[in-house]
């Protein structure tokens, strides 16, 4: 049987402390990760940007939030911070484009998700076709 000294006792609580550490930093921020970020700014226009996952809870908090907008005010979705969307954001945001709403800073695996649905929704070949 092997002896244990007092510091390797110490380290193994300290890594064992720190793979717990870690564990909890991981879920914490997968739960950020989880949460859509809105912010609006308003200068003639008014321009929601949005940081993080869009998924369908998601969808009727924006669509409530358009129809708070004075109508004929321009709407803009800023989306340089999206990380991940559902196909319901997919969507959901294809109608905005479709409604008139644009769409900045559009990722193109986004871009392209959307034309497909746009495609799929009229019949038509997308322009991003494989």
Not at 26 to 53: P, Q, W, Y
Not at 74 to 101: M, N, S
Request: hydrophobic share 35%.
């Amino acid at each position: 049987m092997r002896n244990i000294r007092p510091e390797e006792t110490k380290s193994n609580e300290r890594t064992s402390q720190q793979i717990d550490r870690a564990e909890q930093n991981s879920a914490d921020h997968s739960v950020i990760e989880a949460m859509l970020k809105i912010s609006r700014s308003a200068n003639g226009t008014v321009v929601f940007i949005l940081s993080g996952r869009i998924e369908r809870e998601d969808v009727a908090e924006l669509e409530r939030l358009f129809t708070l907008e004075a109508t004929g005010r321009r709407l803009i979705l800023d989306l340089r911070d999206v990380t991940l969307v559902d196909p319901d954001a997919v969507k959901f945001l294809a109608r905005c484009e479709a409604d008139g709403i644009k769409l900045e800073n559009c990722p193109t695996y986004l871009r392209e998700w959307i034309a497909q649905e746009r495609s799929r929704n009229t019949g038509q070949e997308s322009d991003y076709s494989n």
